[in-house]
């Protein structure tokens, strides 16, 4: 029997340093021309806070029942994420989770380690397929997924090379492409170098499984590699991007970004060494091609994206309807329409995500939600999000701009003739002040616009995704429709 030795046990302090404390080893984060340690810089510490308190739900005795489920075999709580649904009601137990998580966040946090432990899960539960590719495959993979979840490890998914020069058809010249490659093998293990992006929360994270989203021919199958890569690896190096979170102290003025800023970086590898056990696939393009269309890890994963997405939505919504209510624009028709549109983006979601969970299917023994309702729910999302921020605009127009410059302003001087002015129809001028800043920082602020680019693009390109939806469709009754009108056989 294993003992429970989760990042939080196994660091020796306090409990509520023992996430912070699993992060203080050594990880190189450049933010700013500087190496920064992430548990101490202002720049992290809120949504590091934010993290924490969500970790911690497994080890609280009343939480961990609703986002946990009891191991026997480890005698400890283990997040959800990690639960192989092997019926209907697995599937929905996992929903239920998500749902928990994503609303402690307002679905503002994409990737709080829940898509990336689905992944792993669906890759996990997947892993005798890949026997075929690669024989040990299969332990390698375990031996991690045991280690992830018995450990409750934050995990992040990294797949993509740089964005340096997209015409280039080939990927055969790796340098100037800054693909991530293999330079030095050993009995121990193999060296990397090159580049990776989006690490998204990479920052926070325990390991990063690493592998190429792009087509690798035979020929280029020294870049075809599936990884597991401690974020603590000596010569891997984080950049940041501008932080775009706020201070704590201003939570206020800035609700969201002081506390859901996941931070996103571009990963270095500068000559970074893997053990072989974490190398799960080693110059094998098959198995990689495989891998990033694995219809239970995909399923999975994509199933937590949507539920997030729903909450993220509904939170707009919310916002939405309460500036219509503050200005006193909720009785104009064409407001009513747009919040009427937010209602109808809500219930389409909802409804993929009730459909793909009733018409799942078994495959492999692993109960999978419908893949088809589920990406055209991703795929609406990189539409519905942008159309909802538009719609906040619209509605709340130049009242964006006519909020003093924080709510502290009301306890200066000025802040009599504040109240007196800057009131909503029915609210206080403070309350309608907090709105706004709300509102703002969700459309305005420069953590807003990250968001709005998130929903466009995290699930890939969407001209790419909406043209495979044709691509895979089965077209053959189309046919038969019309058929008799064009006197075919
Ligand atoms: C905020 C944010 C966070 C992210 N987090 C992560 C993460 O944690 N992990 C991760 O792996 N990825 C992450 N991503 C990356 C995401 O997967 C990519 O942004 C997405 O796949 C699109 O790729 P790209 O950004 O490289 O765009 P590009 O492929 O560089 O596209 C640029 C332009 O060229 C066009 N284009 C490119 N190729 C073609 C083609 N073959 N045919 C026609 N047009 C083409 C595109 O339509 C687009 O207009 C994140 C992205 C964002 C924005």
Same mark, same amino acid.
């Given at each position: ?153 934050? *995990? ?53 499984? *690493? ?5 690798? =021919? ?5 870049? /075809? ?22 201070? =704590? ?35 094998? +393009? ?33 916002? /939405? ?22 209602? *109808? ?30 990406? +055209? ?55 309608? +002040? ?41 077209? =053959?009754?189309? =046919? ?10």
């Amino acid at each position: 029997m294993y003992a429970h030795h989760s990042v939080f046990t196994i660091a020796n302090e306090g409990k509520d340093d023992m996430f912070k404390n699993s992060l203080k080893d050594g990880r190189s984060v450049w933010l700013n021309g500087r190496q920064v340690d992430i548990t101490q810089d202002p720049h992290f510490v809120g949504t590091l806070q934010t993290i924490e308190s969500l970790f911690y739900m497994l080890e609280n005795d009343q939480e961990q029942k609703e986002i946990g489920y009891f191991d026997k075999e480890y005698q400890c709580w283990i997040h959800k994420s990690f639960l192989i649904p092997r019926s209907k009601d697995d599937l929905i137990e996992r929903r239920k989770t998500f749902q928990l998580w994503t609303k402690e966040t307002d679905g503002m946090m994409s990737r709080l380690s829940d898509y990336a432990r689905s992944r792993l899960t669906g890759w996990y539960a997947n892993r005798e397929f890949y026997r075929q590719y690669d024989q040990e495959f299969p332990e390698k993979i375990s031996s991690y997924f045991h280690k992830a979840r018995k450990e409750n490890r934050f *995990i992040s998914v990294v797949q993509r090379d740089l964005q340096i020069d997209r015409s280039i058809k080939s990927i055969g010249d790796k340098e100037k492409l800054g693909l991530l490659s293999i330079t030095k093998k050993t009995d121990e293990g193999v060296f990397v170098s090159g580049a990776k992006m989006i690490g998204t929360a990479a920052p926070y994270s325990h390991d990063l499984i *690493i592998y190429p989203l792009s087509t690798i =021919k035979e020929e280029n199958k020294s870049l /075809a590699h599936m990884l597991i890569v401690a974020a603590d690896s000596p010569g891997l190096h984080m950049v940041c991007r501008e932080p775009f979170s706020a201070d =704590k102290e201003k939570e206020e003025d800035y609700p969201l970004s002081s506390k859901f800023d996941e931070m996103d970086t571009v990963l270095i590898f500068d000559n970074v060494f893997v053990p072989w056990e974490r190398v799960l696939l080693h110059e094998n +393009t098959k198995a990689i091609a495989e891998i990033k269309v694995d219809l239970i890890s995909n399923s999975l994963a994509y199933h937590q994206s949507i539920i997030r997405l729903y909450t993220k939505l509904d939170f707009v919504a919310a916002i /939405a309807n309460e500036i219509a209510e503050t200005i006193g624009a909720e009785g104009f028709l064409h407001v009513q329409e747009k919040l009427g549109e937010l209602i *109808i983006q809500l219930r389409t979601i909802s409804a993929m995500i009730i459909a793909a969970e009733q018409n799942g299917k078994y495959l492999n023994n692993v109960y999978i939600p419908e893949f088809d309702y589920i990406q +055209t729910a991703r795929i609406l999302g990189t539409k519905y999000y942008p159309r909802a921020i538009e719609i906040i605009q619209l509605i709340g127009s130049g009242g964006f701009i006519q909020i003093p410059s924080s709510v502290n302003d009301f306890d200066s001087s000025i802040g009599t003739l504040l109240q007196k002015y800057f009131h909503g129809k029915n609210t206080s001028a403070l309350e309608r +002040t907090k709105l706004f800043k709300l509102a703002w920082d969700l459309i305005g602020s420069p953590f807003g616009s990250r968001h709005e680019l998130y929903e466009r693009f995290y699930s890939g390109d969407p001209i790419l995704q909406t043209a495979d939806q044709w691509k895979r469709y089965d077209k =053959k009754h189309w =046919k038969e429709y019309l058929a008799s009108y064009l006197n075919r056989e």
